[in-house]
């Protein structure tokens, strides 16, 4: 009999279209001769499930389910796609986890460690990893310009610590621009980060772990003519993305190596992807790690798929066996 699989998108950040555009990705990459697929849509005042005809049914959350043709059915899966709370930040997995649900991503406490960026860059220096310096506010939390400045130099990024979004994000060149940069951050979250600038070579790299099995995935190179790899650059088409990336075979396996250290210090689960800007002295850093990758046709893990000539739909099979069969 085939299972059940929820691909559970939506959620309470900005980015709840680009979820949605993840959903619909993997609705097309995930085997429907293997399992039967429902998008379920998760919002801070309702909880649907879209069925096939495009009906809205109201999720039971007391158990996951939901009622089709009158009769009452439950999940055997939940193939998480929410980029923010509730799907990244691990509060969705403590819920999955109560009611005996498997799902796609890290545990609650991995997704609510790299969910937090100050956090994940401290837990990761202290392994040994580079990361850039940083500074974390609180609401209600000021600081002084010239501190940020004398701590961080110019430019500094100014980020939401706690939002899986690309919103509220600036790239501070004017230390005038600074206090602003930081109010629009709060805009998304309740906490700031603050990092220093790295100039360089940015890329990525995605990996995946079953039983018995590692694929790390081709690096790919990100270039943008914006000031960052923002919205615009990630959803918008202002970006080139070339995988595998134009550097050497010695950086591509170090960076390769790295990534898949970094799935075992965290423990991770299903996909993540491990996002670098490469020095001018060729050192990598980590910038961020994503446990909740985007899975439009067109994103990086697709991509890199397809670059290691992979099959999406055996991945994803590879994925949801193992966490069923565990």
């Known amino acids: 009999m085939k299972k059940n699989i929820a691909i559970v998108a939506g959620g309470f950040s900005s980015e709840v279209v680009v979820s949605l555009k993840s959903a619909e990705g993997l609705y097309s990459f995930i085997d429907k001769d293997k399992y039967n697929l429902y998008i379920v849509i998760i919002k801070r005042d309702e909880w649907v499930v879209k069925l096939p005809d495009g009906e809205l049914i109201p999720i039971n959350k007391n158990n996951f389910g939901f009622t089709e043709f009158g009769m009452p059915k439950l999940f055997d899966f939940a193939y998480i796609t929410i980029h923010g709370t509730p799907g990244e930040d691990g509060l969705l997995q403590g819920y999955f986890d109560l009611i005996g649900l498997p799902y796609s991503s890290c545990n609650t406490l991995v997704s609510a460690l790299t969910f937090n960026k ?13 990361v850039a310096d940083s500074i974390r506010l609180f609401k209600g939390q000021t600081i002084d310009t010239e501190e940020v400045v004398n701590r961080l130099g110019l430019p500094v990024f100014v980020k939401p610590n706690d939002s899986g979004s690309s919103f509220g994000v600036t790239k501070v060149k004017e230390a005038e621009a600074l206090q602003e940069a930081i109010s629009k951050a709060f805009s998304e979250g309740k906490e700031v980060i603050l990092e220093s ?64 250290r970094v799935y075992d210090i965290l423990g991770a689960q299903g996909l993540i992807r491990v996002d670098y800007i490469i020095l001018p ?39 949801i066996e193992n966490r069923l069969n565990s």
């Open 281 to 319: 002295d060729g050192e990598p850093v980590i910038l961020e790690i994503n446990t909740t990758p985007g899975m439009t046709a067109t994103s990086f893990i697709p991509q890199q798929i397809k670059a290691a000539g992979l099959d999406i739909r055996k991945v994803l099979t590879e994925i």
């Open 118 to 130: 100050f956090v994940c860059n401290s837990f990761l220096r202290s392994q040994g990893l580079r």
């Open 197 to 260: 600038f790295l100039g360089g070579t940015e890329v990525t790299c995605g990996c995946y772990k079953v039983k018995g099995k590692e694929e790390v995935f081709p690096v790919t190179e990100v270039v943008t003519p914006n000031e960052f790899f923002d919205f615009d650059a990630k959803y918008n088409g202002q970006v080139q993305e070339i995988t595998p990336a134009r550097i050497s075979t010695e950086l591509t396996s170090r960076i390769q190596s790295e990534t898949s």
